[in-house]
């Protein structure tokens, strides 16, 4: 428990200090609050935030507002939890190819610039808090710059490299790190800890008794196992070795899984990411609406060569390899889905960002589109990317509800997206840690005076 206590410090005291720009506070004020309980919402409710922190929320006539203190209108909007994101890769910005992509930045010498770039995409989309899965070390330094504001960021949980058998060709070597033994892996598992791994995260090819020495070493510093897994045998094994979050299973063309399994995950309460929306809804949408890759944001946010090679990966999409078995991924993955749904497991939402054309921007709320398309309730989603997310991270106590005490990570947007989910794929205010973010189209004097634009 030793290294999970001071991580979480970090990650929460750490950023503390920008959330000091508005020590004495602002109430958010008018808006309908869906507080992540998956309760009823609270109409014309006020959300009193003083520093970093949550103190009141509740009904208009239950909540004082002191006198002075700056308001954001609500009115009209709705007033959700920060969104957490338990699977994303910061290293990635939508390339249609990771080779080309990875020759392209020279292996990893311009992740200073690709990642900077993600961390603000992320914000822009109410996303406040990220595990990333697969990045190499480089990954902290950028996540200094989010804590001391240099940049606009999520709160970032990290694997660091990956564990794996298989080294997978085309991706740098500092993204994993290859073991022959389960020894090995138990020693590289402490090493990977040492140098900064939050969470440790597997890969293909692992035996079941390397993954319980993964898990043991892993446990024995606090810190928890993500497994990237899609197979039953390597998810049978993947929970006969104790791993505590169940990454990608439903997605990547899987045959329905058997009951017996669905529902020793359900009663067992152990978590799933599904990652689904990458295979259900990139090429689709992207079929549908080719502009969506070209858009004057994207633009704006990335250095010229950058777009331009960007959109040089684009040119052809329907021919890219990530999109070959398109028809059989889409019709699987949302039965897959519908399965996890139906058993009530216990699930987080992540997105895989950003996998070729899956933008960091929308990734999060097409994720929570694509879940209820799949047969999970509006209020559901938005409970399992908040309250459910927080808690399969170890930071229920922390965030992922909107109540007095917690940290103040809140979004507001347009409408109510409890009626439609969709609507999550325009976010007016991102506040993160007391911090407040806003989209220039919704700069009203009250935001300019408390908050900065994107």
Known sequence: MTRMLISFMILTLGISANAQENPEGFAIVGGMLIDGYEAPPVHNAVVLVRGNRIVASGPAHEVQ??????IIDARGKSVLPGLIDLHIHLDLIGHGDYDEYYNFIGGTERLDEMMPIAAKHMMRAGVTTAVDLGSPFDILAV????????IPGPRLIVSGPWITRIKLDGVPDSYQVVINSPEEAAAKTHELIDTGSDVIKTWLGLTRDDLKAVVAAAHSRGVKVH????????MEDAIAAGVDVLQHVGSAK???????LLRKIAEDRIPVVQTIAHRIWVYPATEANPGRLNTPELEADMGADVFAELQRSFKNFRALSYFSDTPDEIRLSKINARQFIDANAYMGVGTDAASPLNFHTEAIWREMSALVDSGMTPARAITAAT???????DMGKELGTIQAGKLADIIIVDGNPLRDINLLDYVAVTIKNGEVWYDPKY????LKAIGRAF
């Open 227 to 234: 497994s990237h897994l899609y197979k039953v045998p390597a």
């Open 387 to 393: 309250k459910t997310g927080a808690e399969i991270i």
């Open 65 to 70: 507002v002191p006198e002075g203190t700056p």
């Open 443 to 446: 700069e009203t004097n009250a």
């Open 143 to 150: 996540r200094e710059r989010i804590r001391t504001g240099e």
């Open 254 to 260: 899987m045959p329905p899984y058997p009951q017996p």
